[in-house]
């Protein structure tokens, strides 16, 4: 079973009365009534149609009840159900909001210390570099190794220390180092570390950060050299350019003196960042592009140019797990062609460059960027997706046994909301015809791989019937008066009345088809996603 799509929690309320998180208590008082007037068992005479009503307005008073309490509905919003079945008590020693929102926050400090206590951060790489022209020189084919690591713990709220060591050994020398660092948070928008190193590089050093502004942060620092006594201070300023986008300035003085002026950009699928920097002997720029093809693959080019170096970098990688991630990339330049493999796992790294040659002969290069490019997309094809395909497909049937006995209640149940939303329903629909409004024509809930394989097979047919659910009739129904749909933010849709879970734990997705003024319209949401319609961009 796949992880559950991520969301706001404790929302389930707010899709049962068909109102935001936000809502104020007029709203969810005026939500209520009309929820009322549709599931009130009175307002049904055959028996079957009156057994469902009572059973939904029950759900619909008790929404009403935690949510028209102030303190409850905070219980609530914080621990959802649970924390109003098990946890707070509310009575005497709790009975102003007050002494509520200080007792609730008095326990979730509690279980961020009891979390900070036990969370140790390792992290390390390990990195084998490999000569192919040594190899067949008669030498061996690795040529020098370089192991790093480094344990983060936070020993209070406010203090984190850090040890970490490394070692690195090329051919015949070798040489290490140890290195500790204490963090201390003095206030919300600073910090200060102290920092000691004993090895190759021993020096003593502190450094303080402070956030300027809500887009700016400086940073200062100061480190002795305990070998020659020397002095090395740095700059460096941030800045958020717009939501996407950092700059950044950092200045070194020492006898190692430099300049750098970078960027860096991300949003969902791409990141990038660039660099100019300048030193007393050298200078250099480099830059870098990322591209998420989907959620499991990613591709990368990247340049650098300088003084003493000029390469390209293009290759990509792929998500094997929710932790583990490998990479190919291919590199070209003044020092040669060279592949590097990359495993990364957690906070651990492996890094294996392979140089193929010195020399910049034309035939290698093609050949050593075809070669494995081919091979990937062959393994791809062949291999790897047959495998995913076949691992999610039975992941999938194992989490439909596992839940069919609770999906089929909760099936039953949706069906049975339905048959008491389709009178108003079909008044609506037929009402927003006659104007030539928002008509709902074909609505889908599910499966997120379900709904976009539906047109594939019989097979992913069969497949779409157990884990999607027709949502045509109480879409209609939540249409208001002036012809417009909205469903909230951050309120998952299986709660709303007439909807409900058809795959727990799965990624799940809403297709919805509807007309407007004599046009057709498509659109698809997440589970969490706003939907706001009639509009212009969802045309056919």
């Known amino acids: 079973m796949k992880d559950e799509d991520a969301g706001p929690p404790n929302r389930e309320l707010y899709a049962l009365l068909h109102i935001s998180p936000e809502a104020s208590d007029e709203e969810i008082r005026k939500a209520y009534r009309q929820w009322a007037q549709i599931y009130h068992p009175d307002k049904h005479q055959a028996p079957h149609m009156k057994d469902i009503a009572t059973e939904n307005f029950q759900r619909i008073c008790e929404a009403y009840e935690i949510l028209s309490d102030v303190n409850k509905r905070q219980i609530y919003d914080i621990y959802g159900m649970e924390g109003l079945n098990s946890g707070l008590e509310l009575g005497p020693k ?18 961020e210390q009891e979390k900070t206590f036990a969370h140790f951060r390792p992290s390390g790489t390990m990195l084998a570099n490999m000569s192919l022209p040594h190899l067949l020189n008669g030498g061996g084919i690795i040529q020098g190794m370089a192991m790093t690591s480094e344990v983060q713990s936070q020993i209070s709220k406010r203090n984190a220390i850090a040890i970490g060591g490394n070692l690195v050994v090329n051919g015949n020398s070798g040489g290490g180092a140890a290195t500790a660092v204490f963090r201390h948070q003095i206030s919300s928008v600073s910090t200060v570390e102290f920092m000691a190193s004993a090895g ?79 030193g007393t002997s050298s200078f250099g720029a480099s830059a870098h592009y990322n591209h998420q093809f989907s959620s499991k693959s990613h591709g990368r080019i990247a340049g650098k140019v300088g003084s003493t170096t000029l390469e390209i970098e293009v290759g990509g990688g792929r998500k094997l797990s929710k932790f583990s991630t490998v990479r190919m990339l291919y590199t070209i330049g003044i020092q040669g062609i060279f592949w590097r493999f990359e495993l990364h796992r957690g906070g651990q790294k492996l890094i294996i460059p392979i140089l193929l040659s010195r020399h910049l002969n034309p035939v290698l290069a093609t050949g050593a960027f075809i070669l494995p490019t081919s091979v990937y ?16 497909k039975h992941s999938a049937l194992e989490n439909i046994e ?46 997120r791989t379900a709904l976009s394989r539906k047109d594939e097979s019989r097979e992913t047919h069969n497949e779409l019937t157990s884990q999607v659910m027709d949502v045509t009739l109480p879409l209609n129904f939540l249409v208001d008066d002036s012809g417009q749909l909205k469903l909230h933010e951050g309120v998952k849709k299986s709660g709303i009345m007439g909807f409900f879970d058809p795959c727990p734990g799965e990624p799940k997705q809403l297709h919805v088809e509807y007309t407007y003024r004599g046009e057709r319209y498509e659109v698809v949401v997440d589970d969490y996603e706003e939907l706001l319609i009639p509009e212009e961009r969802h045309r056919i």
């Open 94 to 111: 709790l009975n102003k909001v007050e002494e509520l929102k200080e007792e609730l926050e008095r326990l979730r400090r509690r279980k």
């Open 200 to 278: 190759l590089r021993a020096l003593i050093g502190v450094e303080t950060s402070r956030q300027l502004s809500s887009h700016s942060t400086a940073t200062m620092g100061i480190a002795m050299s305990l070998k020659d006594g020397s002095l090395n201070l740095s700059n460096s300023w941030t800045r958020q350019l717009s939501e996407t986008a950092t700059g950044n300035i950092q200045l070194a003085l020492g006898p190692e003196s430099s300049i750098a002026v970078g960027w860096k950009m991300k949003d969902v699928k791409m990141s990038g960042a660039g660099e100019l920097k300048f």
């Open 377 to 392: 997309f062959l393994l791809k094809k062949f291999v790897i997706k047959p495998y995913y395909l076949k691992k999610e």
């Open 402 to 447: 596992r839940t069919s006995a609770k999906v089929q209640e909760a099936r039953g149940a949706a069906e049975k909301a339905q048959q008491l939303l389709q009178n108003v329903a079909n008044r609506k629909r037929n009402r927003q015809l006659e104007t030539n409004g928002l008509v709902i024509t074909r609505a889908w809930y599910g499966n």
